[in-house]
């Protein structure tokens, strides 16, 4: 009690900060998305048609425009304060808390000293950041096997590969290898894990090998719903991914583009089926991934196409929970892309959330810009903060 009666405070003595304030100068990039003439799309990203709680429409009635920007980007600590690694809440990231109210952060092992420093960690972002009303998703990418953060710091129970749980057909292997990760998660504060994946293991050349459960798409379906459930047992948010399928590419979207040529009909029948099973099962979130997609005949990565996001993930799979980019400091997107390029039109595509911009001050800057301007309607915003704050105020967070 004495550490967050300290938070508060140094927040009140934060006076010179303003809704306004910008920590970095990104003049270059900017500020608005004015200058790539797009002209507003009059078939909007569907609007929300799950039940919405009364409160989470009244929370939005009171948020202004740069808190509801915020809320759409989940970031590491060090992309906030800009220092190389963070393993504690100072009055720096108190002070950019305020300046950039995001809706989440991310952690990895640069962020784990040990199991006390992590608990508080993390409970200390949760409090920073219901300082400003709404309470915070804490991620990571904690999918079992050589994907781990929390495990490989910490030395907890480990589990195995999604591959062999797959090969196996072991559903029941699967919800054990999800509970483990979700009690661990939950334990040191976590309440988002960006997994599992549901990527059909198509081409051995792919970035996912051993992660990925199957090249079968009925298994990966059957695997990942079970994983789903072993995750929502310790009340951790699941996310499906890479959205519509890495599985089938050649290349690592890590280190920059991958094209993937695959028809509609092969989508539907492979990769389609795998992810409807984890959507089938309550996946809260799906991550889409930076892949172009020769199927969408738009030459755009997943995440930035509005044939992804809205045509298929939206309107064909009938998904209603959050869309999340993938990381936009990976290659794929940094090589050909600003950051405030990137995150109007990952906007524009329908992404409620935009994961690890390599700038937030120009992707927010872009945002609202492209707001004021009239290239993205308020609406289109609100539609996404509101999938927000009704998962959040289901987690107890607002």
Not at 288 to 296: E, P
């Amino acid at each position: 009690m004495k550490r967050y009666a300290a938070f508060a405070a140094a927040l009140l003595m934060l006076t010179g900060c303003s809704s306004t304030s910008n920590t970095n100068d990104s003049s270059s990039e900017d500020t608005t998305s004015a200058e790539t003439g797009t002209v507003p799309d009059t078939t909007e990203v569907q609007p929300v048609t799950a039940e919405v709680p009364p409160y989470a429409e009244s929370k939005l009635r009171t948020m202004s425009l740069r808190q509801k920007v915020c809320q759409m980007f989940i970031v590491t600590p060090e992309e906030l304060t800009g220092y190389d690694s963070m393993t504690y809440v100072d009055e720096t990231l108190l002070n950019c808390c305020q300046i950039y109210p995001v809706g989440g952060f991310i952690l990895f092992n640069q962020n784990i000293m040990d199991g006390a420093q992590l608990s508080t960690f993390t409970s200390d972002l949760q409090y920073v950041s219901s300082n400003n009303g709404v309470g915070a998703f804490i991620s990571t990418d904690e999918e079992g096997g050589s994907v781990t953060r929390v495990q490989s710091s910490l030395w907890t129970e480990a589990v195995n590969d999604m591959s062999f749980y797959g090969e196996n057909n072991d559903k029941e292997g699967a919800e054990y290898a999800g509970g483990v990760i979700g009690s661990t998660l939950h334990d040191y504060g976590f309440n988002l894990d960006f997994a599992p994946v549901a990527d059909v293991n198509i081409d051995p050349n792919n970035e996912l090998g051993p992660r990925a459960f199957s090249g079968d798409p009925a298994v990966v379906a059957d695997m990942t719903a079970a994983f789903i459930k072993g995750l929502h047992n310790h009340d951790v948010c699941a996310t499906l991914k890479h959205f519509p399928g890495l599985g089938a590419g050649n290349g690592n979207t890590h280190d920059g583009s991958v094209t993937i040529t695959r028809t509609p009909d092969q989508l539907r029948m492979c990769e389609f089926t795998a992810f409807q099973g984890g959507i089938d099962a309550g996946a809260d979130f799906v991550m889409v991934g930076h892949q172009i997609t020769t199927a969408t005949g738009d030459d755009m990565p997943g995440d930035l196409s509005k044939v992804v996001v809205t045509d298929w993930l939206r309107n064909e799979l009938k998904f209603q929970g959050i869309v999340i980019s993938d990381s936009h400091s990976m290659g794929a997107i940094t090589n050909n892309f600003t950051p405030a390029d990137a995150a109007v039109k990952a906007v524009e595509a329908g992404v409620d959330i935009i994961l690890m911009p390599s700038d937030i001050a120009s992707a927010v800057n872009a945002i609202e810009g492209a707001v004021l301007s009239g290239t993205i309607s308020e609406e289109r915003i609100n539609d996404s903060v509101l999938r927000i704050l009704a998962k959040k105020y289901e987690m107890g967070l607002i």
